[in-house]
Each structure stands twice: as structure tokens, then as C-alpha cells.
């Protein structure tokens, strides 16, 4: 990594506040304009609003949740760490299996610009804590 005040000539970091700056190309792969997980999230929700998005089976029955279903949950879940007063780029610990609750979490952990990420219910302390 190239240590640099301004970003230029930075690939990589694992410094949590230093933004790499986006590459983009002229034309052709790689010109796209750059969007944000949250954006397209978002974008897909309201675009696909009372089609189904996530489906689970519990107790024989079968549970689902619209686009905007999800996005409500989402939202409701990003509101909710800021009102217990989880800072914005701090780290984020969802513990659980498969479920639409834990997509809900990320989700919602990364529309709070904070950095996502899941620990198994098997993981020890120790795994945990790196």
C-alpha cells in the first residue's frame, strides 16, 4: 500500500477512514458510473415494491417479505443502531444462521455506513474478538 494523504496512488488500505479513490475508464468495461450497495438496494426495492424478495419456510409455514417489506424492515433496523448510538464506520458483529432477519442486519448495517460482518454461533470469544 502507497501511504498517501490525498489517495492518489493508493490501491488498498485497511485503514477504516482513508477513502481509495475510483478508478473509472473512458469507455467500455469499467466506465460505468460507480453506485453504493445501499443505492442499488434501494433502487431495486422501490422499482420492485409488492413482488416477492425474500421467502423462508418456519414451522411449515412459508413467511415472506416484499421489496418494500425489506426495505421498511431495513430502514426500521438502520434507525434503530443509530438510536442505541452505533457510530458510523465502526464495526458491526451479526451472530445468527440464515435468515431474513440477518439480511435485514446487513442490510440495514451497511445503509448505516458501517462495516458488516457475520459470526458464526459456533465461533469462540476469541474468533470472535478478531
Known amino acids: ?17 482513508v ?14 458510473a460507480p453506485t453504493t450497495l445501499s443505492q442499488l438496494f434501494r433502487k431495486t426495492a422501490l422499482k420492485q415494491g409488492d413482488k416477492p424478495a425474500i421467502y423462508i419456510e418456519r414451522g411449515g409455514k412459508v413467511l415472506s417479505w416484499t421489496w418494500s417489506q ?24 451479526i451472530m445468527g444462521h440464515n435468515a431474513p432477519e440477518w439480511v435485514i442486519a446487513f442490510q440495514g448495517g451497511v445503509a448505516s455506513n458501517c462495516i458488516v460482518s457475520g459470526v458464526y454461533p459456533t465461533n469462540n470469544a476469541e474468533a470472535c474478538f478478531y
Not at 1 to 17: H, P, R
Not at 20 to 32: A, L, M, V
Open 1 to 17: 500500500m502507497v501511504n498517501a494523504q490525498d489517495g492518489k496512488n493508493l490501491y488498498w488500505t485497511s485503514e477504516i477512514d
Open 19 to 32: 477513502e481509495i479513490p475510483i478508478k473509472i475508464k473512458t469507455s467500455g468495461f469499467g466506465s460505468e
Open 70 to 93: 425489506y426495505l421498511k424492515d431495513v430502514n426500521a433496523f438502520a434507525k434503530a443502531m443509530h438510536a442505541v448510538g452505533v457510530q458510523e464506520r465502526k464495526s458491526v458483529n
